[in-house]
T-cell receptor
Framework: GESVGLHLPTLSVQEGDNSIINCAYSNSASDYFIWYKQESGKGPQFIIDIRSNMDKRQGQRVTVLLNKTVKHLSLQIAATQPGDSAVYFCAESGGSNYKLTFGKGTLLTVNP | EPEVTQTPSHQVTQMGQEVILRCVPISNHLYFYWYRQILGQKVEFLVSFYNNEISEKSEIFDDQFSVERPDGSNFTLKIRSTKLEDSAMYFC???????????????FGQGTRLTVV
């Protein structure tokens, strides 16, 4: 079936570096994408979203890039901080109005 | 800041027993969801709920599962006869609107860890 998946299960960066987390999706009907951050023992926390009519969207220290041609989504975190250490999930809403399909998650570890 | 709250934080139950997981969505939100996350795995959609009825459900959400909004603030997930494989973290979420509109992002609660023994 169609799915959302992540290229890298783990990513380790130095504090202050930029981080890039990647995600591939296969559902061609996907038109809405979200990045969530999940810290240990907590629920997913909304970071940023993007609709398919956009290629790029920026938030505070985060940027999401969408390449619909290759069905690829990325999350860029600028000046990564120890507090950014978490599992990051991409999710897509595809043809549904109500549900999110999550990817497997990437564990980001920020070394001081 | 408004948040989705879930109780209990941890529930241990014997196989075959019924459990009810409780959620209080954000007060002005109209769409409610349950997701689950088996340890170390991805978050999986169970069900969405709007206007006192199910909008969409996944294959996981079989006859053993039900949802209810018993009053104006609570949203519950009931598992009638728990199985060992129901052990997971269950997340409630809510949003103002569904996808395709503004304010569509879903806000998640802290989760209830269900352990079936």
């Amino acid at each position: 079936g169609e799915s959302v998946g992540l290229h890298l299960p783990t990513l380790s960066v130095q504090e202050g570096d930029n981080s890039i987390i990647n995600c591939a999706y296969s559902n061609s009907a996907s038109d809405y994408f979200i990045w969530y951050k999940q810290e240990s023992g907590k629920g997913p926390q909304f970071i940023i979203d993007i609709r398919s009519n956009m290629d790029k969207r920026q938030g505070q220290r985060v940027t999401v890039l969408l390449n619909k041609t290759v069905k690829h989504l990325s999350l860029q975190i600028a000046a990564t901080q120890p507090g950014d250490s978490a599992v990051y999930f991409c999710a897509e809403s595809g043809g549904s109005n109500y549900k999110l399909t999550f990817g497997k998650g990437t564990l980001l570890t920020v070394n001081p | 800041e408004p948040e989705v709250t879930q109780t209990p934080s941890h529930q241990v139950t014997q196989m075959g027993q019924e459990v009810i997981l409780r959620c209080v969505p954000i007060s002005n939100h109209l769409y409610f969801y349950w997701y689950r996350q088996i340890l170390g795995q991805k978050v999986e959609f169970l069900v969405s709920f709007y206007n006192n009825e199910i909008s969409e459900k996944s294959e996981i959400f079989d006859d053993q599962f039900s949802v209810e909004r018993p009053d104006g603030s609570n949203f519950t997930l009931k598992i009638r006869s728990t199985k060992l494989e129901d052990s997971a973290m269950y997340f409630c979420a809510s949003s103002v609107n569904p996808r395709g509109m503004e304010n569509t992002e879903a806000f998640f609660g802290q989760g209830t860890r269900l352990t079936v023994v």
